[in-house]
């Protein structure tokens, strides 16, 4: 690949920069932006310019095909790594991708007639001072919508909720059930939490408050009355603003316990 | 006759000539992205007041959807703007258009087909192999096009699917406008026809939300469009340049069989359809006819269908029978026609305004389709894509007759994207900007941007209920703390307490399931869940259904809303911000309890049953 296609050259030293970073720096966000180009515009850049070499392509074209051809690159390419004993890992579609990147350049340099200019330097179009402005305006908007949209708003008129959970722990010499509440209210909120097993009267009753979001989860040892049948354990949760009203109920069942002999 | 060298001078411009983009200037564009941008930001100020319950009027969607698209429509009905304006306003109308859908649903997947591929996304992700099932939608793991690009950069990146889908979607919607431009342009050899054909194109019903999902035909329509632009290069006289669009032909082909099942047939029936018109138009022509590449798509999809996704077969068939015999039924008068304006699911009502904005906009494409037929006819016929165009315009009228036949609307709906590719062409050569009186110069292109905005606001309210058509609270704060909506935080407690376990929940809560809640999830008519879910009683069948698939735990939920697939996911809302939910006798839950099935999560609306867990 001669130095003379610039544009050749460029494709591949930005698919060797990329390919780095994605595998070397271990931060999403940055991964992110070097992986899109990486994946979405320079396979079928390259795949684009090993099938039209030495013929001009409009700007259009050349964006259009770049962008599909990387996303059916990808389509079609994940079936063919599919094959591959590890499958589609990172390293693998790494690989890939660059195979068709340098391949790609590789097969378009060679294609060209060597008296045959590379694509001319691009330039970008002059921009006016007003249009430059309007531009950031653009820009600053477009930015005020994702903040807007990304940021999470208070809403007055929706419904929240209590999550109560149960589910058994320990081992079956020592049963356990594991409890939890969650709050999803508008305010915060204090609560009962009762504890009964079978028919008899409370094991455990706790008090508690949860601001929204906050969650409380407790593990509780449960001595199973030896009665040599599954035994029910059911948890309660009362708000304290409504304190004789069951808010919240789950149920469970302890493994038997056989009874001793005497 | 307008010659394609025109237009391939015209869109050579954009790029060849380095003195002329030295000495042009950007044109509009720079003015209507502004201006597009202020749409998005007031689109996204709707939304937000949505999520925040304030119940804001649909006026400020409808202003700010106008101000992103009437300055472009106008612009590209101009005879001045250059090709490469007209390019750079398409792409802008595209992307403009999905960050409009991204504002809508910025922190999960909400669209009924999103969480379904999500999930089998997020099964690639994690077990490095393609083809693991989906209980859903099992046909959607055997086309796995679209997962298997967003795993390559969910599995570079560390993003999650959501985030890896996002920039997927809008690479793909780049593709589909940029496409369509080349594709009109080509055919046309005017860009001002190709740009125009963009802006008829995004009034169809999919194109603002349907078409934006993270599903498999959001990828596999682009490409097919670039596959039809890649033949449209190819019908030139010169060996060597036709023999250089194989490669985007060849590749596109086999992406779009991978991709989607339906549009992989709709490829190979537009090819076959096209290599046969080639035979009638062009038979003295040199141009190459593209019957190898018809026969190739042939063979791709039969391959694909025969080794890999046979049940496609069972899966598509029903759907396609139910739709006919409901036409039939609907034809003979045996059964009532379906209401207009009804949503089906939530059977909410589109506002009189609205559905005269939507008729209105039928109007308008049925009174430009004589006109744009007779133009297109005369000018392009020997273009052999246009007599399938006019015939796709003239057919989509037909599916719109489609939408009163109960079970077959929504076959019609799905239809309408792939004709309406067509009808768009055929529009666009009506020529409607080039009426100008002599009092009024721009008379025709105000009126073309006019007739344009009720078409794409027609297609938007066809499209989708208008209560979902704003942003709806699945994240809020509380006392500054975010908490999410009760089935979006019940699919996280299972993510962290039960992940990968079998439940049977409704069809919003299985989505979730599947995708938050990283859980196997089945719902609908797979083992008759959905009459489950909503009978007070327990019969012996029910629970050998749910054996039968496997299934260890019942998710109930109260809310009806729960099992539509458009509105289920969000918060319960009070007055004013929304009716308070219709809920299921409490027996459909408790009927659980009377087989000593524990009930081991409560969060009001929503309760689970372990039916593995009994004594």
Redesign the interface.
Known sequence: MSLRHHDLVGAAIAAVLCAAV?LFVPV?AI??VF??P???ILPGYA??V???AG???????????S?????????????AL?FLP?????GW??GLIMLIVLGGCGVAALRRSPSAESR?????????R???A??L??????A???T?????????????????????AGTAGTPAVRVGV?S?????LAYRLELRLGSRRAIMSLRFAL????AYEKLVPVASPATG??TEITALLYRNDRATAVY??????LP?VPREPR | MVTLAAFRQDVRAIGAAQTTWRSSRLGRVPLIACLASIGLLVCSVADALSRATLAPSLMIFWGGLLLIVLPIFYRLSSAEASSSERFALVCLLGLTLYAVKLARDPFSYTLPDELIHAYNANQIARFHTLFHGNPILPVSALYPGLEGTTSALMSMTGLSSFGAGLIVIAAARLVMVSALFLLFGRISGSSRVAGLGVAFYVGNSNFLHWGAQFSYESLALPLLVVVLVAVAERDTPERSEARAWAVPIILGTAAVVVTHHLTSYALATVLVALALVHLVVRRRARTPNPWPFAALALAFAACWLIVVASITVGYLSPVLDAAFKATLHTVSGEAAPRQLFQSTGSGFATPAGERIVALMSVAILAAGLPFGLWRAWREHRTQPLVPLFCVAAIAYFGTLALRFAPQAWETGNRASEFLFIGLAFVLACSHLERYSPRRARRLGRVLLAGCLGIVAMGGVISGWPAPSLLSQPLLVTAEGNRIESEPLGFARWVSRQLPGRRFAASDADARLLLDHGRATAFTGHAGDIEDILQTPTLPPWQLLDLRELDVRYVVTDSRRRSFDITTGYYFSVTPPAGTPDTLLPAAAADKFERVRAPRIFDSGSIIVYDLDGRP
Do not use: I
């Open positions: 994605v999403t991964r992110a992986a899109t990486l994946c979405l795949v684009t090993a099938s039209f013929r001009k392509l409009s700007r259009a074209h050349l964006l259009t095909l962008v599909a051809m990387s996303l059916a690159t990808l389509a079609t390419g994940a079936v599919n590890e499958g589609l890992r990172s579609w790494v001319p330097r691009d330039r970008l179009p002059r921009v006016r007003v249009d430059a309007l531009l305006g653009a820009c600053a908007a477009v005020g919508t994702f807007l949209s990304y940021t999470p708003l208070p809403a007055r008129h929706v419904v929240g909720y209590t999550e109560l959970w149960m589910l058994p969650v999803a209210e508008l305010h915060p601001k929204p979001g906050q049948a599954s919240r109920r789950v149920t469970g069942w038997p």
